[in-house]
Structures are given as structure tokens and as C-alpha cells.
């Protein structure tokens, strides 16, 4: 899988409640309502200009605090097309896969890129391309390349048991 995509880059410790305001978890309870929230808080011209298949190039710790699934739920469905960060909070990173959103944990990104650059991933080859320069990180195991390719956990396991 390939994709490319404009840059928006932030910084060490951003925090769920950030990516999606906590003063929605229990007010917006459709998926597709969600996207038009994101980073509201933290970036209000993220909300209103982000498109699909933009990427977010991040700092230390993304996706730090609560464990609430809304903050991976809102970025998916405003199209990102995957977040780089130099690392991300545990629970955060597994949310992000369960909704079949890539990450990837590449700390040298940062320093290259500005808000508004292009970057490009290629997931099979394990190379992100940006200022120039060719970056490599460790390609998905086959579980989580499905995970990604099947649009998230619930979708994968239903293809797997033949339900979808």
C-alpha cells in the first residue's frame, strides 16, 4: 500500500482530549460526525481544512491521556491517511489499529518536514519519502498489514469468519 499526502505537523504530549474535545465524547455518537471535530482544540484550521489523506507528523507521546476510542475514530473518518510520530501512548497506538488508521513510530521525520510538505509512504517496502530524503521503518507483520487493508479490527475478523 502506498499513500501521500500534505503534512500537518504537532509537537511532544498530545493528548486525546485534544484530538477529540472531551465536551463531544458523550454529545456526538456518530462515526461519521466525528472527522469534523478533530484536533479541534489543539488546531482549529486542522478542523476546518484538513483533507483526506493527509498525514500528521508528530512528536513524543501522541495520543496521550484517556483510552477513549473517539480520538482514533475522529482522524480516521476525516481521512488521514496515517500518523508518524516519534512515539506513540500504548492504548492510543492500539486504537489507531483496531480502526485500521497506519501509524508508524518514526522519530527522524519530524526534524525533515514542515506543515504543508508532501510526504510518502510505501507500507509493503517500509519507506516513508519527504524533503528529499528516503526514511525506513520495520513493514507491518501480515496481522496488522489486514488490520489496515480491512479498514480496522471489527471488518478484519469479519472477513476472517467469512461474515463480510
Known amino acids: 500500500m502506498k499513500i501521500s499526502g500534505k503534512v500537518w505537523k504537532y509537537g511532544d504530549d498530545v493528548n486525546t482530549d ?8 458523550y454529545t456526538v455518537k456518530e462515526r461519521s460526525e466525528m472527522g469534523q471535530y478533530a484536533l479541534e ?13 493527509d498525514i500528521i507528523v508528530a512528536g513524543k507521546n501522541w495520543g496521550c491521556g484517556s483510552s477513549r476510542e473517539q480520538a482514533a475514530i475522529c482522524l480516521k473518518e476525516r481521512g488521514i491517511g496515517a500518523i508518524i510520530a516519534k512515539s506513540f501512548a500504548r492504548i492510543h497506538y492500539r486504537n489507531c489499529l483496531n ?3 497506519p501509524i508508524i513510530i518514526g522519530a527522524e521525520l519530524q526534524e525533515l518536514v514542515e506543515k504543508g510538505d508532501t510526504v510518502e509512504i510505501d507500507f509493503d517496502k517500509g519507506e516513508i519519502t519527504a524533503a528529499g530524503k528516503t526514511l525506513k521503518f520495520p513493514p507491518y ?4 498489514q489486514g488490520l489496515v487493508n480491512d479498514g480496522g479490527l471489527i471488518p478484519h475478523v469479519k472477513k476472517s469468519m467469512g461474515l463480510s
Open 41 to 53: 482544540d489543539l488546531d482549529p484550521e486542522f478542523a476546518k481544512e484538513a483533507k483526506p489523506g
Open 141 to 144: 507483520p501480515a496481522f496488522v
Open 99 to 101: 480502526e485500521g488508521l
Open 18 to 25: 485534544v484530538i477529540f474535545a472531551g465536551k463531544y465524547t
